[in-house]
């Protein structure tokens, strides 16, 4: 019976998932589905009163995702975490209601979960542990709320994502900058102006700035250049969530298969002597680290601020882009000095030849470390 009914549910995915993205929606760790004036009033307690599923296969990075979605009869908090012992699994407590007599267990095939239970604790809470083959971080999971939407007929609801990892992908490079294809992101724009500097200088025209430069000394040594905007403008939208904009950018660069991604960004700090050039990554891959590095070195040598090192960072762009990617910072937008000098178009060619420099000596140190291709 529940493999029939899995059939079913997979069948009709695709017009499920589009009627989620109906209504309000709410990202939260700990989340809350506000009542009507009507639903508050209501006898009996709280109640989940349905369960439905899908799965989804995201188009760019090939993630699949299980999402159970709840109706809920009233106000209710819910939360998850996950645990890692002593099997890997995902925890949502939802305070203040109980599970319906339509809420039921699921047993499920292993691809994505083991298995959905679903009790009562202490008469009055729900408990839902989602069992994982696999340990995942707390970035594959959430929990989130889309609120009673009456024009369609929707009730409250609480929903619950878990993502599959993709494998991290293998790379194997090959020396010089000829036939690569390498993403230039221009960080902010349009709408989003970044920091702002002494003088009202906007880092979206610096990191635009250099990174025009960066392109064409890319493509006089044969590579290809992506650009995530060429422009002022927004790469989403203009007045976009943080999340659509970024996930803009990323999405171009693993769409088109590129390389390598290269975020370009100017610094800020409440302090005014605060200055230097640095360069972020996310260790997603065997060569992040040394991107970074590479990058570094060349926009140390060129600009010749100070230099404040590469670090791991948990930034959006280079976390959720395939390929190996940093965030470079070129130097402090706030600092008056740095602040005259990111605005000379001089300086800011400099700046482009480092960063070229750099991606050049991070092809020749890849090619050496992982093998030509």
């Not at 979605?69 to 109980?98: I, L, M, N, W, Y």
């Not at 972020?280 to 590095?293: S, V």
């Not at 470079?328 to 700046?351: H, I, T, W, Y």
């Amino acid at each position: 019976m529940v493999r029939r009914t899995i059939f079913s549910v997979l069948c009709i995915t695709a017009v499920f998932m589009a009627s989620l993205c109906q209504g309000g929606l709410v990202l939260a760790a700990t989340a809350r589905v506000a009542p009507s004036a009507a639903q508050a009033g209501a006898d009996g307690p709280t109640e989940l009163t349905q369960l439905r599923w899908a799965l989804h296969t995201d188009a760019v990075s090939g993630a699949t995702k299980l999402r159970l979605v709840f109706d809920v009869s009233d106000a209710v908090e819910a939360a998850g975490k996950v645990v890692a012992t002593p099997t890997p699994r995902f925890v949502v407590t939802v305070k203040g209601a109980v599970p319906g007599k339509n809420v039921k267990s699921l047993d499920m095939d292993g691809k994505i979960v083991d298995g959905v239970s679903i009790s009562t604790v202490d008469g009055q809470n729900t408990k839902i542990v989602i069992d994982m083959p696999t340990m995942v971080e707390e970035s594959n999971c959430r929990v989130f709320t889309l609120k009673k939407d009456l024009a369609n007929n929707k009730p409250n609801r609480i929903v619950v994502d878990v993502e599959k990892p993709v494998p991290p992908m293998e790379f194997h490079f090959t020396p010089g900058l000829k036939d690569k294809v390498i993403v230039i992101d221009p960080g902010h724009g349009g709408s989003d102006p970044g920091a702002i500097g002494p003088t009202r200088i906007q880092e979206k025209d610096v990191n635009l700035a250099v990174a025009l430069k960066v392109r064409e000394l890319l493509e006089r040594a044969g590579a290809e250049v992506i650009m995530t905007r060429r422009d002022d403008r927004d790469v989403f939208a203009p007045d976009a969530s943080a999340v659509d904009e970024l996930k803009a950018r990323t999405t171009i660069a693993n769409v088109r298969k590129a390389d390598v991604f290269v975020s370009i960004h100017s610094n800020s700090s409440v302090s005014r002597a605060a200055g230097g050039t640095e360069t972020f990554y996310y260790q997603k891959t065997r060569y992040d680290a040394l991107l970074a590095q590479s990058l570094q070195a060349g926009m140390i040598e060129k600009g010749n601020l100070d230099d404040r090192g590469t670090a791991s960072a948990n930034f959006y762009v280079i976390k959720r882009t395939v390929m190996p990617a940093s965030l470079v910072e070129l130097g402090f937008v706030s600092n008056p000095d740095e602040e005259k000098r990111l605005a000379d178009p001089q300086f800011e060619q400099r700046m482009a030849r480092g960063i070229v420099d750099g991606l050049e000596d991070f092809f020749a140190k890849a090619a050496k470390q992982g093998g030509e291709r």
